[in-house]
């Protein structure tokens, strides 16, 4: 079964005509397939609008959110919710193009676990978004170690079991198949069509691009260093305390063998520093293991609040009425 992820904010124009394109993609697949719409919190018509097609249809599924938690929330409730074995994700604005699914299912079904659209042609102003992304995609590029064209797209395919894994908050949405290498996950790229908006406006503007920039910097720690803190921060104590004690004992030798005065001498601050700073580390090496473990046995919370769904059972932790 396909289930294909659309978050929605304020798209009440768009989604009347995704939907009848989608559906007309999806009906040629001759699968099951399931249409996930997230309403992150929209203030115009989007769930009436939804509501309405979902009278008509159950493979259209709800989740509405009772305020807006962001693009992220809503691909990581719809991941929770997807009960196909592919994950398909992609905007409600018309910008993606529902005729390149069957290229990333073909993908998917070539062994790969996360396939990104690649959007070649995008249709979005230079210098607010285009540039931005060029420089942020350069950067995540070299520092994740997975090399696409394009982290910002959303038209992405991934085999449910990776999505499912994802802890998502924030604005992670940018780095998502980064993320999915903590699994080893196989990542690959294709090109994909992209439109300009054709109604509303984008949620996005240049303003983000710090966000971005900081955000990398803690992907990147949560891959490499989040699952075992202690051996980056432990690892440098120890460098450290090497160092110091090594210093101490050359100053040591010097003192009983050559019989010289080493109060005065500035490598002995050095060499204590050195030793201090060293313990330090390390025992902050163990300090933050023990975050990372209570982070991972306390993390039932969500990173948004289910108002109501339609034409799916909420989770048990979603439900609060
Ligand atoms: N979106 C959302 N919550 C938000 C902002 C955006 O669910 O807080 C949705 C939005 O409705 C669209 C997708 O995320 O379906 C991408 O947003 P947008 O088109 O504004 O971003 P852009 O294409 O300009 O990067
Ligand atoms: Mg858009």
């Not at 193009?97 to 396939?115: A, C, F, S, W």
């Not at 931005?132 to 395919?157: E, F, Q, R």
Request: hydrophobic share 40%.
């Amino acid at each position: 079964m396909i289930s294909v992820v659309i978050p929605a904010y304020n798209e009440e124009e768009s989604i009347p005509i995704l939907y009848r394109k989608l559906k007309e993609v999806l009906e040629k697949l001759g699968e099951d397939y399931e249409i996930l719409f997230v309403d992150d919190g929209s203030t115009d018509n989007t769930f009436a609008v939804l509501k309405e097609l979902a009278s008509q249809d159950e493979k259209l599924k709800i989740i509405r959110f009772r305020r807006n938690f962001g693009q992220t929330a809503a691909l990581y409730a719809g991941f929770q919710y997807a009960e196909g074995d592919i994950i398909i994700t992609m905007d409600a604005d018309l910008q993606n193009d529902p005729e390149d699914i069957p290229l990333l299912l073909q993908k998917v079904r070539e062994g790969y676990h996360v396939v990104s659209g690649w959007r070649k042609d995008r249709k979005d102003p230079f210098l607010s978004r285009r540039l931005p992304s060029m420089i942020a995609n350069w950067i995540i590029s070299k520092v994740t170690g997975v090399h696409l064209h394009d982290y910002g797209c959303t038209l992405k395919a991934y085999r449910a079991d990776i999505a499912k894994k994802l802890e998502l908050y924030g604005d992670m949405h940018r780095f998502l198949p980064a993320l999915t290498q903590r699994f080893g996950a196989k990542v690959t790229e294709v090109v994909v069509r992209h439109h300009p908006r054709r109604y509303g406006k984008s949620k996005y503007g240049i303003g983000r691009t710090v966000r971005v920039l900081l955000d990398i910097l803690l992907v990147k720690f949560l891959n490499d260093y989040m699952t075992k803190p202690l051996y980056v921060f432990g690892g440098i104590g120890l460098i450290l305390l090497t160092l110091g004690l090594l210093t101490l004992l050359y100053l040591f030798g010097v003192k009983i063998l050559a019989d010289e005065d080493i109060g005065r001498r500035p490598l002995l601050l050095l060499g204590v520093l050195l030793v201090l700073a060293g313990i330090q580390l390390a025992s902050t090496g163990i300090l933050a293991e023990m975050l990372v473990r209570i982070y991972y046995a306390g993390k039932g919370e969500k990173p948004y609040v289910v108002e109501e769904t339609i034409n799916v059972e909420p989770k048990s932790y979603d439900s609060y009425h």
